[in-house]
C-alpha cells in the first residue's frame, strides 16, 4: 500500500496533519505529485519536509514557475510565485543558510515531470502535457471528450494526477466519478483503465477544506480526508506580506 499526495501550496497545517495521519495507515511508500509552493505561508518548510518524505516528488507547474521565472498565471497566483521565489532562491539577500538554500533550489529546479511503473503513471496536471494541462470533470461532462480520449492513449491501466484540487475519478468510458459517487473508494478493474485526481493536500477546491489525499492498496484507490487548523494557516497568509489575503478566503471556502 502506498499513498499519492498533491499540491500541498505551502500549506505547512494541513501537510503536517497528513503526514500524521499516514503514520497511522504506514504506507510503504508516498508519491507527490508536486506543487509544494504557491498560494501558502510557508514553502521552505513544506519543499523540505515532502523531499524528505516522499519517495517520489514530480514537479507541478507552480515548483517550475519558481525555479524558472515563468509564469503564465493570474496576477494574483503569479505575487504569490514572486514572493516564494524571493524566500527560496539562494541568490536573495536574506539571512539565514543560503548553502541549504542553494541545495533546495538545485532539487526543486531538477524534478522530474513524471514517473511509471507497473501500469500506473504519476503526473501533475495530465499524460500529455504532465506539468500544465488540466483534467476537469467539464471535460467529461460538457465536452466532446476528444482531450479525455488523447490522454487516455498515453495510459496503461491507471494515471495519478492533481493539479485541479479537485479528487475524481475519469474512466475510459467517459465518466466522472466524485469521491462521494464511489463511497470514497474506486476499485480499479484489470483492462479498464482510469485517471484518478487525488484531490489537493493544502488548497482544495471542492468545497470541502480538509485535506485529500489518496492510498493505493492493489486494484482499491482509497479517498482520505483529514481536517487540519485552516485559521492558523489564514492568520500566517494575512501576516506574510506577501500574499494576497484572498488566498485565506479561499482556504476556508475550499473554491
Known amino acids: 500500500m502506498y499513498a499519492v499526495i498533491s499540491d500541498v501550496h505551502a500549506n505547512r497545517e494541513a501537510l503536517q496533519a497528513v503526514l ?8 510503504e511508500r508516498i508519491v507527490c505529485l508536486g506543487d509544494m509552493v504557491g498560494y501558502g505561508p510557508d514553502p521552505a518548510w513544506c519543499v523540505d519536509t515532502v523531499l524528505a518524505e516522499c519517495e517520489v516528488v514530480l514537479a507541478g507547474n507552480h515548483d517550475a514557475a519558481v525555479t524558472s521565472g515563468r509564469f503564465g498565471f493570474t496576477q494574483m497566483a503569479g505575487a504569490a510565485i514572486r514572493y516564494h521565489r524571493l524566500l527560496l532562491n539562494p ?3 536574506l539571512p539565514g543558510d543560503s548553502g541549504k538554500r542553494k541545495k533546495r533550489w538545485e532539487r526543486l529546479r531538477l524534478l522530474g515531470h ?17 506539468v500544465n494541462e488540466y483534467l476537469r470533470e467539464s471535460d467529461v461532462t460538457l465536452g466532446t471528450g476528444k482531450k479525455v480520449r488523447e490522454n487516455f492513449t498515453l495510459v496503461e491501466w491507471l494515471a495519478f494526477v492533481g493539479h485541479t484540487h479537485k479528487p475524481g475519478v475519469i474512466t475510459s468510458d467517459m465518466e466522472f466519478l466524485s469521491p462521494d459517487d464511489c463511497g470514497g473508494l474506486y476499485r480499479a478493474m484489470p483492462g479498464r483503465k482510469a485517471i484518478v485526481n487525488v484531490g489537493s493536500v493544502g488548497h482544495p477546491r471542492d468545497g470541502d477544506p480538509s485535506a485529500c489525499f489518496v492510498t493505493v492498496d492493489g486494484p482499491e484507490i482509497r479517498y482520505h480526508r483529514v481536517p487540519y487548523d485552516v485559521e492558523a494557516t489564514v492568520a500566517k497568509i494575512h501576516e506574510s506580506g506577501g500574499l494576497d489575503p484572498r488566498f485565506a478566503d479561499r482556504l476556508r471556502s475550499a473554491t
Open 20 to 27: 500524521e495521519t499516514l503514520k497511522g495507515l504506514r504506507p
Open 91 to 93: 541568490l536573495s539577500e
Open 114 to 130: 513524471r514517473q511509471a511503473e507497473g501500469g500506473c503513471l504519476f503526473v501533475h496536471g495530465s499524460p500529455r502535457n504532465p
